[in-house]
């Protein structure tokens, strides 16, 4: 059972490129997010998504956009990369149960860095 | 909205010593309350969590309890190993809506555990 994974692990682009970074979970969960961590500052919601054909803005949606065709998969684009977007980037996935929705798997992140 | 408030770091403590970490929420209605940790250069890893008041959760010598009436979830460890050093979120979600499956971190709590 792989979890989530992510690739790539590292990269660097420049002002301008446009890049997407890939997500995939195995454990048949609905829920699928993206955060961006900065240093000191915790995670930030960036996009989410309930189901497949279902997404939704978190808290700091500008310069990314997501698709979600199957439940494995949700990729997070970024069209015109900005020195503001370097960060790690970590996707997550969750579950609903009897209890409601519960916790949240990470997957190991993408270090990005724009120059 | 909701929001999570941690003890600034970093906590720097000897082998063996008391761990705690402050963790203070604020939410509407009964959230469900999470520790997640960060090991250098990993994805963050849920360590323990609650789902309603007076819960304790406990996993690896850590513990927190979900205290309503101080809206707080400390965690705490009796004897820290170099092994714990890490970085500490606190986390809460929702009971109702979207903010029932999003998560909302706190800043993170940098952990060095020294021999």
């Known amino acids: 059972n792989a979890g989530v994974t992510q690739t790539p692990k590292f990269r660097i682009l420049k002002i301008g490129q446009s890049m997407t970074l890939q997500c995939t979970q195995d454990m048949n969960h609905n829920y699928m997010y993206w955060y961006r961590q900065d240093p000191g500052m915790g995670l930030k919601l960036i996009y989410y998504?309930?189901?497949?054909?279902?997404?939704d803005k978190g808290e700091v949606p500008n310069g990314y956009n997501v698709s979600r065709s199957t439940t494995e998969d949700f990729p997070l684009r970024l069209e015109l990369a900005a020195p503001s977007q370097t960060s790690v980037y970590f996707c997550a996935s969750s579950q609903r149960g009897l209890a409601g929705v519960r916790e949240q798997y990470f997957g190991p992140g993408t270090r990005l860095t724009v120059t | 909205g909701d929001s999570v408030t941690q003890m600034e770091g970093p906590v720097t403590l000897s082998e063996e010593a008391f761990l705690t970490i402050n963790c203070t929420y604020t939410a509407t209605g009964y959230p469900s309350l999470f520790w997640y940790v960060q090991y250098p250069g990993e994805g963050l890893q849920l360590l323990l969590k609650?789902?309603?008041?007076?819960d304790k959760g406990s996993n690896k010598g850590f513990e927190a309890t979900y205290r309503k009436e101080t809206t707080s979830f400390h965690l705490e460890k009796g004897s820290v190993q170099v092994s714990d050093s890490a970085v500490y979120f606190c986390?809460?979600?929702?009971?109702?809506?979207?903010?029932?499956?999003?998560?909302?971190f706190g800043k993170g709590t940098k952990l060095s555990v020294i021999p």
């Open positions: 986390a809460l979600t929702g009971d109702s809506g979207a903010g029932s499956y999003q998560l909302t």
């Open positions: 998504s309930v189901g497949a054909g279902i997404t």
């Open positions: 609650a789902t309603k008041a007076d």
